[in-house]
């Protein structure tokens, strides 16, 4: 069954550095979407992102955020200026385009800002 | 706005025993209705899913019937296992392109 994939599982970085975590959404799918799990708290809606743009996006995704599909497969979402409050899991999911698809995730990122 | 409301847990059962985690919505419109299980160290995995009124969705077992009248969607399992032990969050997508979630019920299943 195909799978969203992201990398680095675990991506370690100190205060005020970037960072960028990569998904590979399912390939026919159009809608995308970065959700983050601070450690023992609920998931988290940040942006969705359908036709190469941004469609929704909630306060947390503020303007050291950004999301970016750079070619066919990839969907990156970038910190600029890490802080020590953005160490949570990060997930990536897609959906297909027939209403009421689900979310498909991928196993998440883990990112601990020092 | 939108939301979903989960009962708290974290529950721990023994296994064989019955399970219910209450979930209630409130949405305006016709939502579809999921529920997601995060194991130990893994991305959230579509449990099962019904998307109108009166609609039951099951999968491994457990099972989850929309209720429209009551806004729930509550999710049952008759005789759990170990291996059942996770966290489960119900979730809630509408009109727009947003899934809610909620904050998650952790379930441990005891030998």
């Known amino acids: 069954e195909p799978e969203v994939t992201q990398t680095p599982s675990h991506q370690v970085t100190q205060m005020g550095q970037e960072v960028i975590l990569r998904c590979v959404p399912i390939?026919?799918?159009?809608?995308f979407y970065w959700y983050r799990q601070i450690l023992g708290q609920k998931v988290e809606f940040l942006v969705s992102f359908y036709n190469n743009e941004i469609s929704e996006k909630s306060e947390i995704f503020d303007d050291q955020f950004s999301v970016e599909r750079p070619d066919g497969s990839n969907f990156t979402l970038k910190i600029r200026s890490t802080k020590l409050e953005d160490s949570a899991m990060y997930f990536c999911?897609?959906?297909?385009?027939?209403?009421?698809?689900?979310?498909?995730f991928g196993n998440g990122t883990r990112l601990t800002v020092t | 706005g939108d939301s979903v409301t989960q009962m708290e847990g974290p529950v721990t059962l023994s296994e064989e025993a019955f399970l219910t985690i209450n979930c209630t919505y409130t949405?305006?419109?016709?939502?579809?209705l999921f529920w997601y299980v995060q194991y130990p160290g893994e991305g959230l995995q579509l449990l099962l899913k019904?998307?109108?009124?009166?609609d039951k969705g099951s999968n491994k077992g457990f099972e989850a019937t929309y209720r429209k009248e009551t806004t729930s969607f509550h999710l049952e399992k008759g005789s759990v296992q170990v291996s059942d032990s996770a966290v489960y969050f119900c979730a809630l997508w509408s009109t727009g392109n947003q899934f809610y979630f909620g904050t998650g019920t952790s379930l441990t299943v005891i030998p």
């Open positions: 019904a998307t109108k009124a009166d």
């Open positions: 390939s026919n799918h159009l809608y």
């Open positions: 999911a897609s959906r297909g385009d027939r209403n009421n698809s689900p979310l498909h």
């Open positions: 949405a305006t419109g016709y939502p579809s």
